[in-house]
């Protein structure tokens, strides 16, 4: 389980996150959404340790992650955010195997095991035939689906999701979806499609202005009161018959203005 207490975080002296608190339960996949600027990313960037908070706590199974060793802390929490910048040349195999480096100590070198699970998780996001290609020459969503195999073998308890399906068509993004829901951590995204989030999540948070607007299963979260108050937009809502989701129709602005 991870929790996240009461995270305030000030960037120059403008209050970004205002005491935010939520957690996600093994293996529970939680959304959280809300309109650009709302505070998404810089609160995974928190969580993940990339910035620092103001005051707060992060705990995974009652441990304070903030203050884990950096080994540690990989064995725990992977990562996928919305870009990754790589400027060496890695072959795939060697992008996925550095998920691993959590579990190596000094001198140690890849073995049958670890090159086993690089084939296992590229895999699982359709991306065993390029394990030998140069990572440098994929497309932005051929590299994210790399990223997201070297996360997978990782194997910490939870993943944590920037954007991760931004740049992939709509086939590969329900594949990936797919994938980390079928794995076992406990998944934290950040999601911007509001149907992905309602058919993925068992949660969600809803973020507005830094602080924490709504939150609760997608049948409680999703109703066109809350989109219009949240995102500014006209929406049609309903149970989606086969998935037993909520599915949204958006409006466009020149039909509402019509009505
Ligand atoms: N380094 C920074 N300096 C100043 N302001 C920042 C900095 N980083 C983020 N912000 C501001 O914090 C707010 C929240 O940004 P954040 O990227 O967390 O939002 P988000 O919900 O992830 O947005 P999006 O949906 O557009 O990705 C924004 O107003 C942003 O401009």
């Known amino acids: 389980m991870i929790s996240i207490e009461h995270v305030t975080t000030l960037i120059g002296n403008q209050l970004i996150i205002d ?3 939520l957690s996600a339960e093994k ?6 959404i809300g309109p650009n600027g709302s505070g998404k990313s810089t609160l995974l960037k928190n969580i993940y340790r990339v910035l620092p ?13 903030l203050k884990m060793k950096p080994k540690e802390a990989a064995q725990q929490l992977a ?16 992008m996925v195997l550095m998920g691993r480096a959590p579990y190596k100590r000094m001198f140690d070198f890849d073995h049958s095991k670890d090159d086993e699970l690089a084939l296992e998780m590229l895999k699982k996001v359709g991306m065993e035939t390029f394990i030998n290609r140069n990572f440098l020459t994929l497309s932005g969503g051929e590299k994210q689906r790399v990223i997201i195999a070297r996360a997978l073998i990782q194997q910490g308890e939870v993943l944590i999701l920037d954007e991760p399906t931004n740049h992939l068509d709509i086939h590969h993004q329900l594949h990936i979806m797919d994938a980390v829901k079928d794995t ?5 995204a950040a999601l911007h499609d509001l149907n992905i989030a309602s058919m993925y999540c068992d949660y969600l948070f809803v973020m507005r202005e830094g602080k924490i607007f709504a939150q609760g299963r997608p049948e409680e979260v999703l109703n066109e009161t809350l989109l219009r108050e949240v995102f500014e937009v006209e929406t049609i809502i309903h149970q989606h018959e086969t998935l037993g989701k909520p599915h949204i129709t958006f409006l466009p602005n020149r039909f509402v203005k019509k009505q």
């Open 27 to 32: 293996k529970q996949f939680v959304g959280i």
């Open 53 to 65: 908070l103001s005051s707060g706590k992060v705990m995974i199974n009652g441990h304070d992650f």
């Open 79 to 94: 990562v996928v955010s919305q870009e990754t910048p790589v400027t060496f040349d890695f072959s795939v195999k060697e």
């Open 184 to 188: 076992n951590m406990t998944v934290i």
């Open 19 to 21: 005491d935010v608190s």
